[in-house]
T-cell receptor, first 116, second 116 residues
Framework: DGGITQSPKYLFRKEGQNVTLSCEQN?????MYWYRQDPGQGLRLIYY???????QKGDIAEGYSVSREKKESFPLTVTSAQKNPTAFYLC???????????????FGQGTRLTVV | AQKITQTQPGMFVQEKEAVTLDCTYD???????LFWYKQPSSGEMIFLIY??????QNATEGRYSLNFQKARKSANLVISASQLGDSAMYFC?????????????FGQGTTLQVKP
């Protein structure tokens, strides 16, 4: 079955440690996105990528890093520079944007990161 | 800059009645797409409906319809015949062609509760 897989579902991190969240898709999508969601809040864009080896900062990129070495994979690293990393992280993918084409994003199940 | 605004943090509706969830947007892109997603308490994101900026007719998908008023920059979601399973958080989203980056942004969301 095609889809997006995020792992792990739950993640605990000690303060001062970097941690990497995995996102893999087999939908042959060009575009991939990372969002952060705090309780009762909306989705805020961290990073996004429209093509392999290229990515752009979203609205809250500070303290995060990404790579896009393969079309299928878009891992997110939460660094120790992120002061309040406890949140729900969602990865999404979609085909490349074309005007007039329905290009909804498909989401993974999310990773809940807790700093302990 | 692109922006999505959802001004209703929470809404109540009686089962079997219709409800409208508000969404306004701001963009300078001549071409863009508008999306609505549903997020149950499990956290998954479920795509509901899409409206392209050049579409002449309002989009409909089963019990969901999108009231698109381009001049007012609004894209309200109408859910007809509400069901208990409609209780969830609903997000309005927009994707534009600004800089050919296809950035996908979300509003703050509206929590809908359906009363029996």
């Amino acid at each position: 079955d095609g889809g997006i897989t995020q792992s792990p579902k739950y993640l605990f991190r000690k303060e001062g440690q970097n941690v990497t969240l995995s996102c893999e898709q087999n939908l042959n999508h060009d575009a991939m996105y990372w969002y952060r969601q705090d309780p009762g809040q909306g989705l805020r864009l961290i990073y996004y990528s429209q093509i392999v080896n290229d990515f752009q900062k979203g609205d809250i990129a500070e303290g995060y890093s990404v790579s896009r070495e393969k079309k299928e994979s878009f891992p997110l690293t939460v660094t120790s520079a992120q002061k309040n990393p406890t949140a729900f992280y969602l990865c999404a993918s979609s085909i490349a944007w074309e005007a007039g084409v329905n290009t909804e994003a498909f989401f993974g199940q999310g990773t809940r990161l807790t700093v302990v | 800059a692109q922006k999505i605004t959802q001004t209703q943090p929470g809404m109540f509706v009686q089962e079997k009645e219709a409800v409208t969830l508000d969404c306004t947007y701001d963009t300078s892109d001549p071409s863009y797409g508008l999306f609505w997603y549903k997020q149950p308490s499990s956290g998954e994101m479920i795509f509901l409906i899409y409206q392209g900026s050049y579409d002449q007719q309002n989009a409909t998908e089963g019990r969901y319809s999108l009231n698109f008023q381009k001049a007012r920059k609004s894209a309200n979601l109408v859910i007809s015949a509400s069901q208990l399973g409609d209780s969830a958080m609903y997000f309005c989203a927009m994707r534009g062609l600004s800089g050919n980056t296809g950035k996908l942004i979300f509003g703050q969301g509206t929590t809908l509760q359906v009363k029996p």
